[in-house]
């Protein structure tokens, strides 16, 4: 089974203000490389999704534009639930960015 997740970038942007690290300039920030993100899936009847599945997770900006689309092979569902890293999957040939840091740094608010 192939789960695709699309997320708008604007609420994935928010959760960079609760971990950003400020360096030694305030008008710098350094965002996070990796996210962890945590969901549940269930299937149509509402019965939790078990085992090991690819998980295809895209980024999009306010506009609909496709930001950084990433793959994460062998994710384990356990009784519908599972956690990922979110800028640790492949990243997608077609992103017009090269990493979730850089996504977020284009893209602060």
Known sequence: MKVRFFASFAALACLSVLTPVFASSPSETRFPSHVTYAGEIIDAGGTPIEGAHTMALSYLGTDGELL?????????VSRGHFSIELGA?????????????ATFAEHPS
Do not use: I, M
């Open 89 to 101: 999957g492949a990243t997608g040939s077609r992103s017009l960015y090269p990493s979730l840091q």
């Open 68 to 76: 950084l689309s990433e793959t994460f092979e062998n994710v384990v």
